[in-house]
C-alpha cells in the first residue's frame, strides 16, 4: 500500500530522526495588539519507535507545536523534516504527510460529523486516497483496535458517550496509518478507568505496530508510566528534553514551569535529603514501595 | 471619546449618516469631513487603523465607482470602446464614494470605541418607545447581546474544526464547486452540535441565575449621561444646523432623495 513517493527514499533508514524540529518559531497576530509568541526557538528530534511525553501548563504553546508538527500552521521561522525532508518546502505533499503524521486534537470528538461511526472512520483513509474497500477494513480494524463494540460501528457518533466518542475520534486518526501518532491531551474528562485503558491502548500500538508516539498531557504520572522521554515546556520554549528520570531530577526548573513532579518521586526525594540512602530516580508508586522495603530490610527494621 | 454614553454615540452616528444621505453638495461633505477627522482625532485610533477598515469594502467601492463612472448619462467627456465616461458620472461617482467611506469610517469608529454589550444596551433604551407596540425590546437587545457575544467564539470553533478535518487530510480548495461545496460539510456538521450545545448550556446557565427576561432588570453599568455627552450634543446640533442650511442655501441643489 506504499504508493507515496516523497518518503520511499528514507523508508528504512533509523539513523535519521523520523521527525526533526529546528529553531521553530511561531506568532499568532490578532488584530492590532502585538502577536503573541506561542513558540519560541524549539528544537528536538524525533526517532522512530520512541515514546515522548510533552508537558506544559496552560498556554506554554503545545497544540501550537504540534500543529506545526504536521504543517496545519506555517512556522514565522525555523522548519521541520519528516524523514529527513523539509515539511514546509513549496512542493511538498503536506496533504500526505497529515496522513502519516496523524494529529489527535484536544477534544477530538467535537470532528465527528458522519452518519455513522463507521463512516466518519472511513473519512481520513478515503482522503489520503485509499480506494472504498481498503479504507473501511482499515475502519473496522481501527474501531475494534479503540475497544468499541460492534454495536457501535452503525451508531450515529452523537449517540455515543462522551469516552466512546473520544475513542471513534481517534480511530478516525489512526486509519489513515500514520506513522507518528501525536496525540493533545487525549484523556481530558475521561473517567481513571477510560484514562488508563486509552493509555493502554496508545501504548500497545507502539509496542505491536512500532508507531512512534507524541503524547501532551497534564499528568506527570501518565506521562512517566508510559513514555521514554519527556519534553518539558515553559512559556513557548522547550525547557527540558531528556529521559524521563532525568528530567524528574530537575525538579527546580518543573516548578518554575508551573507543574509538579509525581508526588511519589517527591516523597522519595526528600527522604533521601533525610539521608536515607535511597535511589532518587523513581517516579511509579511500585517502585517507590520496592525500593522503600528493601532499605527497610538492610536496616533490619522489618 | 470612549468614554462619551453609548447612546450618545448610537444618536451621533446616526444623524450623521442620515445627513450624508440627504444632501449631495460639496459643501455638506467637506463639513462633514471635517466633523469625522475631528472625532477620529479625538478617539485616538490610529488613522493607519481605520483605513485598514475600509478593506472589506474596497471592492464594493470600486464597483460602484465603476458602474456610476461607466454608465451615467449625461455631458460627454471622453469615450472608448462602448463605454462614455461623462461629467456627470464622475460627480455621481466621487458623492457615491464619499458617502461610502464616510458611512464605513463613522460606524467603524462607533464599533471600535464601544463595548458591544453598551451598544445593545443603548440601543434597548432608544428603542424603549418601542414598547407601546409591543415590540419584545428586551428580548430583542439581549439576542443582540449574546449573537454579538458568540460570533468570536464561533469563528475560533470554526477555525479549531476546520484544523482537525485538515488533520485527516481534508481539502477545502480543490475540485469544481460541487466538491468544495461537500467538502464544508465536516465543518458545517460539527458546527453546528457546537452551537446547540452552546446555546443549551447559556440557557441553563441564564435559568440557573434565575434570568427571566426584562421586567424590573436592573443593571450592573446603568447608562448616564454625562457633561461630555451634553457637550457632544450641543455640537451635534450645530452641525445639523450647519448641514441643513449649506444643503438648502449653497450651491442651490435640491435634496436628492434616497
Ligand atoms: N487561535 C489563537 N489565536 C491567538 N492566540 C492563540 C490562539 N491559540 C493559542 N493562542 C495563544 O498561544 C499561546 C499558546 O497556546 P496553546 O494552545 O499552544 O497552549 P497549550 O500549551 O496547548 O495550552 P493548553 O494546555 O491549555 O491546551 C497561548 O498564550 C494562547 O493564548
Ligand atoms: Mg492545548
Redesign the interface.
Known sequence: MKTEKVNELNELNTDIPILEAKHLVFEYRTG?AKPVRAVYDVSFSVWPGEFIGLIGHTGSGKSTLL?LL?A?ETPASGTVYFKGQDIFEKRYDR?KL??KV????QY?E?????ETVFADVC??PL??GVDRKQAELTAYDTIKQVGLEDECFYKSP?DLSGGQKRRAAIA??LA?KPEVLILDEPTAGLDPKGRDELLDMIASLRDKENMTIILVSHSMEDVARYADRIMVMNEGRLILDDTVSTVFKHRQEIKTAGLSVPEVSEIVAELSAAGLPIRDDIFTVDEAAEEILRVLKEYRVI | MHRLDPRTKIVLTFVYILSLFIFENPAVYAVAALFLIIEIILSRI?IL?MVKGLKPVAFLLAFTVAVNLLFTGGQELFSFWIFTVTIEGIKRSSYLIGRLIFLVLASNLMTLTTAPVSLTNALEYLMRPLKLFKVPVHEVAMMMSIALRFIPILVD?AN??M?????????FDSGNIIKKTKSF???I??LF??AFRRANNLAQAMEARCYNGGEGRTRLNPLKYRRGDVVAYVLLVIYAVLIVLMGCFLFKAPPVAL
Open positions: 492590532a500543529q504536521n496545519l496533504k497529515r496522513g496523524g494529529l489527535v486534537f477530538p467535537h470532528q465527528l460529523f458522519a473519512f481520513g482522503n489520503m452523537f478516525g486518526v489513515m | 490610529p487603523y470553533e479549531k474544526i484544523k482537525a478535518q485538515m488533520a485527516r487530510g481534508a481539502d460539510v465536516p465543518i456538521i460539527p452540535v457546537s
